[in-house]
């Protein structure tokens, strides 16, 4: 167990439809990343938060958006989904995540399944 | 950009072979380098890692050297166990990639009794 928590664990919605996945970091941890994996582009990097602050930007597209609260947990809203969306979402935290400074190690919640019909 | 070329899977092997998983990368700085495992069902987990060149990482009978001269960061098991079956990513941090993980494409190991 990572200390990372992530729901829901699945996700089945329609297309044109919104969903918001949560994502609550090991305890002390400041950063939060977003990863998309999929079948056809694997894991993906989407975007950091640290402290409340968006930190990065990957690729991640403009139906998405990401928040990180002062609780430090974060949730990814995905809206106008299309079939193309459906993949495993994965959260991670780490203690610090500033560039410039010797990367930290990530720690991975068990992900998110999303299933667009 | 920065990348991971990790070897084409599947891999299958018997139980007590010795593993061997290329992983090469591209970095525009000075990266971190780690390997994550990936068991059915579950999210990824931090197999071992290394920050700089000739450090090996270890952990749970499996290795990897940082080679700066090759850019290469091969994992190795010496007698792999049916419990090892996983999917496995090879991924590189840098400074100035804040600290976003870059994945390669993942190899999926399957040991046989």
């Known amino acids: 167990d990572s200390g990372v928590t992530q729901t829901p664990k699945h996700l089945i919605t329609a297309t044109g439809q919104r969903v918001t996945l949560r994502c609550s970091p090991r305890?002390?941890?400041?950063?939060v990343y977003w990863y998309q994996q999929s079948l056809d582009q694997g894991l993906q990097f989407l975007i950091q938060?640290?402290?409340?602050?968006?930190?990065a930007k990957g690729n991640i597209l403009e139906r998405f958006s990401a928040q990180q609260f002062p609780d430090l947990h974060s949730e990814l809203n995905l809206s106008s989904l299309e079939l193309g969306d459906s993949a495993l979402y994965f959260c991670?935290?780490?203690?610090?995540?500033?560039?410039?400074?010797?990367?930290?190690?990530?720690?991975f919640g068990p992900g998110t399944r999303l299933t667009v019909l | 950009g920065d990348s991971v070329t990790q070897m084409e899977g599947p891999v299958t092997l018997s139980e007590e072979a010795f593993l061997t998983i290329n992983c090469t990368y591209t970095a525009t700085g000075y990266p971190s380098l780690f390997w994550y495992v990936q068991y059915p069902g579950e999210g990824l987990q931090l197999l071992l890692k290394?920050?700089?060149?000739?450090d090996k990482g270890s952990n749970k009978g499996f290795e990897a050297t940082y080679r700066k001269e090759t850019t290469s960061f091969h994992l190795e098991k010496g007698s792999v166990q049916v419990s090892d079956s996983a999917v496995y990513f090879c991924a590189l941090t840098t400074i100035q990639g804040a600290q976003k993980l870059v994945f390669g494409q993942g190899t999926r190991l399957t040991i046989n009794p």
């Open positions: 991670a935290s780490s203690v610090a995540g500033t560039a410039g400074l010797a990367p930290d190690t990530q720690y």
């Open positions: 290394a920050t700089k060149a000739d």
């Open positions: 305890s002390g941890d400041l950063s």
């Open positions: 938060y640290y402290n409340g602050e968006e930190r």
